[in-house]
């Protein structure tokens, strides 16, 4: 989950920008990476594993085995033992920036695989990761939102592909979502902007699903392109601010830090501003939640 060096990578803290092509960029201030939270990011698992496993019905068959494979931005690695399951013979090294993530994916899921393939995990900022070695397959899971200039590794990471390898990732593309446009309204209001400007509004560099098949068609590569809009039903009291709070809130969070009463205005602020914006019904709250995916195969 995080993955670059001042900026957070986690595999939400959705981190997509859909139609503000034309908005301005926001400034966002230099601040130490955030500090993760792997139980709370799991309270919604299952909600945010599903996005992977529909990726994955989509990378085709890998050109060796036993295969060899990168997870960009790990965050606590539940989500990387899958590919142990799709690949059980693969040597397969989960890469994240935070300790806290680390910690909990090397506790949980290090070691040999029951297929005989091997899993283990290592610090990287996905910012300036480079490859040094050949990779059957490269994969990242909502983790790339956290990396401004990421479509600027494309060209390198495919190059590290063995040839017919496959570089796949899901992205989230919710930014201009009321939970995130008012996150960002927020850390920019005058009572919050000395402490928090840009914490809210760090996205503006994902692109557009036309535009990633258009950067993977100029690398080669036979691509597949899509996006999908989750129409998630969220239960217990203020399940989006539970949500939020696993991924997106996260630097908002690292920042305030241990100013408890700082921490309990801003959270309550945002609270009431995402109870108007997501009413709860007879059976939960629903938190439509927009991703975009890209597979993209090098020439065999």
Known sequence: ?????????????????????????????????????????????????RPFLDLLTRIPELPTTPARIADLGCGPGNVTALLADRW?????????????????????????????????????????WHPEESYDLIVSNAALQWVPN?????????????????????????????????????????????RLAGHGARYVHILEPAEYLARFTELGCAVDVWETTYH????????????????????????????????????????EALRAAYPPGPRGTVFPFRRIFAVARKEA
């Open 1 to 49: 989950m995080a993955s670059a060096s001042n900026r957070p990578i986690s595999r939400e803290a959705s981190h997509m920008h859909s139609d503000t092509a034309s908005a301005p960029t926001p400034v966002v201030t230099a601040s130490a990476a955030p500090v993760w939270d792997p139980q709370q990011y799991l309270r919604h698992a299952g909600h945010r594993t």
């Open 88 to 128: 059980p013979q693969a040597r397969i090294t989960g890469f994240d920036l935070s300790p806290e993530m680390l910690r909990r994916a090397t506790q949980d899921h290090a070691g040999p695989t029951p297929g005989g393939g091997h899993l283990d995990f290592g610090h990287a900022d996905l910012a300036d």
């Open 150 to 194: 990421h479509p600027g590794s494309f060209a390198a990471w495919i190059t590290a592909l063995r040839p017919g390898g496959t570089f796949a990732f899901q992205i989230p593309g919710n930014f201009t979502a009321p939970s995130h446009r008012m996150l960002a309204d927020l850390c920019d209001a005058p009572r919050w902007r000395d």
């Open 232 to 271: 998630q039903l969220l239960a217990g009291p203020d399940p989006v601010l539970d949500w939020v709070k696993g991924t997106a809130l996260r630097p908002v969070l690292t920042e305030l830090g241990d100013d408890k009463e700082a921490v309990d205005r801003f959270l309550a602020e945002y609270r």
